[in-house]
C-alpha cells in the first residue's frame, strides 16, 4: 500500500515545489515507484521545475473529470525510472478538485506506487487542504522567519485536525520539518532564526536542514531537481533529508558557518595571543 | 422582515433564537435615589450617545439588606434619562417581589450570585489537553477548568469559564472565566501570551511587566477589578 506524503507550508515561496520534486527524485532514485501531484491548480510549477513542462497534454483536472486516463496523464520522468508526475492544470482553479475526485484518483495510484509525493499549493484554501486530506507523512517546509514559522505553526494544527486520518481518529499523520533556505551566517549575525529557535515554536522531528544555496536556483531554471546536483550542498542536504525519511539516522549537515582557512588561521592567532 | 421570516418556515410565525444582547449592569452601592439621580446626569453628560436607549439591569447585590426600595421612583429616573429598565437581579426576596410589582422582573443573566457559582463548582469537571495547540486553533472548557500539557503556539486561543492550567510555555491567548467568573486564575510557567484574561479583564503582551529572569510559576488572578501577575516561588 501506497505511503501518501504531502508536502506543505501555508506560507508561499519556501521551496514546497524544489522540495516535493527532489524528495520524490530521492525516492525514486532509491527504487521506490513514486509519482509526483501538483496540486497547485492554476499555478501550475511542478512541471517546470521537473523539466517535463514541454510534455504536458492532459492533467490532474482531466483525470478528475474523466476526460483523460491515468496513464495518458502521467508523464514519465527524465531523469531517474519509477518517477511519474501528474501535472495541475493552468487554466483551471482550485475549486475544479474535489474531495470524491482527489480520492479517486488517489485509490486509483496507490494500486502501483509506493510513495505518492503531493505538492500543496500556498495558502490555508480548498487546493492546500485537500493536498493534505489523505496524507500519510507531511513534509512542512519552513524557512528560518518568523512568518514562515507561524504559518507553518498553522498548517500543523490543520494537520491535526482537518485530514482523513483526523477524522477518522486513527493514528495521527507523521510530521517532518524540512527547514529551507538556512544560512548559519545570517543565524551568527542574528539576523535569521536558529534551528533551536523554529524547534522551540514547531516541535517536531526535523528532517533536513537545506541550507540557501545558488544551486537551487540553477536547478529551477534548467529544469534538473536540486537534488542531483550532488556536487551542491543543497542536493547532499536533500540526498540526506530522504535517508532520514527512510529511517536512517545521520548527523546534519551545512549548519555551521563554513569560515575560510586563512580565517580559522588568524583567530587561532588571536587566541593564542590572549 | 415578515417576508423574510415567511420564508424560513411558513407554519410558525415566530423562532426562539439564542444571543447575548449587550446589557449595562447597574450596580447600586448606596441607596439614595437624589444622589444617584445627580450622578447620573453627570455620567451621562459625559457621553450622551453611549447611554442612549441602553437596557439597564439594577443590580441590588451591595443593598440587599435595604429594606424599603422605592423602585417606581428609580424606574422613573432612569426612564427620563432615555435609559431601558429591564430589571433587576441578585436582590433580597422581597425587594425582588417589590421590583416585580412595578414591572421590573427578577433577571439571572452575567455574573452569578455566589450561591449559584458555588453550584456550578460542583458540576465542573477538567477538560485535558496533552497535543500542541497550533496557531489557529481554538480550545473551550465550558463550564470547567482547563489543563494543558504541551505548548500554546502564538495565535492558539484557549478559553475557560474556569481556571487555566498551562504546563507547556503559553504563546497565545488565554482567557479565564469568560462567562464572567472573577475567580478564576492562569497558572502557567512561562508567560510570552499575546493576551490574558479574567472574566473580560485583560493584558495584552505589551501591558505586561517583564518578570524577573528565574522565576517559578506564574499565576495571574483578578485583584479589585485589575489582572495581576504574580510569581510562586
Known sequence: ?274 | MSAASLVVNRHTCFQFKASFAPCTIMQISRYDLEALQEELTDIISRAPNFFLGAPIVIDLEKIKTFGEINFAKLKEILTAKNLVPMGVRNGSPEQLAWAAAQGLPALSIGKLTHGESSKKAEKQSTKLITLPIRSGMQVYAKEADLIVTAPVSAGAELLADGHIHVYGPLRGRALAGVQGNMNARIFCHTLEAELISIAGYYLTKEDMQPLPESHGMIQIYLDNEQVRIETIS
Open chain 1, 1 to 274: 500500500m501506497a505511503q501518501i506524503i504531502v508536502v506543505t507550508s501555508g506560507k508561499g515561496g519556501v521551496g514546497k515545489t524544489t522540495t516535493s520534486a527532489s524528495i520524490a527524485v530521492g525516492l525514486a532514485e532509491r527504487g521506490f515507484k513514486t509519482v509526483v501531484i501538483d496540486f497547485d491548480i492554476g499555478l501550475r510549477n511542478l512541471d517546470l521545475i521537473m523539466g517535463c513542462e514541454r510534455r504536458v497534454v492532459y492533467d490532474f483536472v482531466n483525470v478528475i473529470r474523466g476526460e483523460a486516463s491515468l496513464n495518458q496523464a502521467l508523464i514519465r520522468d527524465k531523469h531517474v525510472s519509477e518517477l511519474y508526475i501528474l501535472p495541475a492544470s493552468q487554466t483551471r482553479d482550485k475549486d475544479a478538485l474535489t474531495t470524491e475526485g482527489v480520492a479517486v484518483v488517489l485509490e486509483e495510484l496507490r494500486k502501483t506506487f509506493d510513495y505518492i509525493v503531493c505538492d500543496s499549493p500556498a495558502g490555508i484554501e480548498r487546493g492546500a487542504q485537500l493536498a493534505m486530506y489523505f496524507a500519510d507523512h507531511a513534509i512542512v517546509v519552513t524557512n528560518p522567519e518568523v512568518s514562515s514559522v507561524r504559518d507553518s505553526d498553522r498548517m500543523l494544527g490543520l494537520l491535526s485536525s482537518k485530514t482523513k486520518r483526523a477524522e477518522e481518529s486513527r493514528e495521527p499523520i507523521t510530521e517532518h520539518l524540512l527547514l529551507t533556505r538556512y544560512s548559519p551566517k545570517r543565524v551568527t549575525k542574528g539576523d535569521m532564526l536558529s534551528i533551536s529557535d523554529v524547534n522551540e515554536i514547531l516541535a517536531i522531528p526535523l528532517l533536513g536542514v537545506i541550507p540557501e544555496s545558488q544551486a537551487v536556483l540553477r536547478a529551477s531554471n534548467a529544469g534538473d531537481p536540486v537534488i542531483l546536483d550532488r556536487e551542491s550542498d543543497a542536493g547532499q542536504a536533500y540526498a540526506d533529508a530522504v535517508s532520514r525519511f527512510l529511517g536512517q539516522d545521520l548527523p546534519y549537515r551545512f549548519i555551521e558557518e563554513k569560515t575560510h582557512w586563512l580565517k580559522r588561521l588568524f583567530s587561532f592567532k588571536e587566541k593564542e595571543a590572549v
